[in-house]
């Protein structure tokens, strides 16, 4: 069985800066894709950084420049470096891994910047 925990999330002053980790266990194999969402109250869920296998990344328009995704696979950890924490950055952040043609989403971890 996949399983992703996330850990990282807190409060934090706008400006401010938190690393994200997920780590992924349960699979031998290596995630196509493992990225970063987040959700507000009432809102879809939405990308915020994804990172293939290949190291090749993607980033949210709202968070290119600030947040930065890096993955370890030997300790099959992802992690989202955020910087310049702004207000609107609120959310609950989930981790997701694509194995083998199926996704896998961990609980998510709170993220709160206050103004």
């Known amino acids: 069985q996949v399983q992703l925990v996330e850990s990282g999330g807190g409060l934090v002053q706008a400006g401010g800066s938190l690393r994200l980790s997920c780590v992924a266990s349960?699979?031998?194999?290596?995630?196509?894709?493992t990225g970063w969402y987040r959700q507000v109250s009432g809102k879809p869920r939405e990308l915020v950084a994804e990172?293939?296998?290949?190291?090749?990344?993607n980033y949210a328009d709202s968070v290119k420049g600030r947040f930065t995704i890096t993955g370890d696979s030997a300790k099959q950890t992802v992690f989202l470096q955020m910087n310049s924490l702004k207000p609107e950055d609120t959310a609950v952040y989930y981790c997701?891994?694509?194995?083998?043609?199926?996704?896998?989403w961990g609980q998510g971890t709170q993220v709160t910047v206050s103004s």
């Open positions: 997701k891994a694509s194995i083998q043609i199926r996704d896998y």
């Open positions: 349960g699979s031998i194999f290596v995630p196509a894709t």
């Open positions: 990172i293939s296998r290949g190291g090749s990344t």
